[in-house]
């Protein structure tokens, strides 16, 4: 497992090897995106398939879009807190492989 809530999927040099094996490839060499790094991995389906869980995948893609405009937005927030009305306690800085590039620096 490389992506998602198992507790085995906390390291993201997976995920970034499938995300340069995409970078490098040649056929998405000349578009915008990867000549501006603007690719982004997320973790399916965990975030991505409707229902509540949905806001989370919006607010990471506010942020990766309009990184300008939702300063104030953090997707790591919202989905502890996400996790925390159904009960769950979990560390998402150790636990959990969501998006790539990471948002946490």
């Not at 973790?43 to 989370?56: E, K, R, T, V």
């Not at 300008?68 to 807190?81: G, R, S, V």
């Not at 159904?86 to 998402?92: A, E, T």
Request: charged content about 20%.
């Amino acid at each position: 497992t490389y992506c998602g809530y198992e507790f085995n999927a906390d390291d993201p040099s997976k995920l970034a090897s499938l995300y340069l094996d995409f970078m490098n490839r040649s056929e998405f060499a000349k578009t915008n995106a990867v000549k501006n790094k603007r690719v982004y991995f997320i973790c399916l389906p965990n975030l991505l398939y409707g229902g509540a869980s949905g806001i989370i995948t919006e607010a990471y893609f506010a942020k990766w879009m309009q990184p300008n405009l939702t300063k104030e937005i953090d997707p790591l927030e919202i989905h502890k807190e996400f996790l925390n009305l159904q009960g769950v306690n979990l560390d998402l800085t150790k636990y959990g492989v969501f998006v790539y590039p990471s948002l946490v620096k």
